[in-house]
């Protein structure tokens, strides 16, 4: 299984990105997806994840500025982050895993990251 991210880079405080996250070895359309960050010198965090069955979940830090979706044709999961902040800024990763409760326990499958920096 290979799970890779993309789409981070720079962007001022209030804009937009997306992330992608190109799956190999499994079918999205039949695990739970979900994305975690990093921030420097912090824990790494849930951020959002959506189920094979199209329920999705959000840290209370990103409802109603990020949204998860998925294009099964693609075989990828994408996070639209929306009025970025300074502290969104992190290595964003994309893994699967079981939903617990209303975030995601990540399992093993960790692809690289990519970076997104949010300048104030």
């Known amino acids: 299984v290979q799970l890779q991210a993309s789409g981070g880079g720079l962007v001022q405080a209030g804009g937009s990105l997306r992330l992608s996250c190109a799956a190999s070895g499994l079918t999205v359309s039949s695990y739970n997806l979900g994305w975690f960050r990093r921030a420097p010198g912090k824990e790494r965090e849930f951020v959002a994840a959506?189920?094979?069955?199209?329920?999705?979940y959000y840290a209370d830090s990103v409802k109603g500025r990020f949204t998860v979706s998925r294009d099964n044709a693609k075989n990828t999961v994408y996070l639209q982050m929306n009025s970025l902040k300074p502290e969104d800024t992190a290595v964003y990763y994309c893994t699967t895993g079981p939903i617990v409760g209303k975030t995601m326990r990540p399992d093993s499958h960790w692809g690289q990251g990519t970076l997104v920096t949010v300048s104030s």
């Open positions: 959506i189920t094979w069955g199209d329920d999705s």
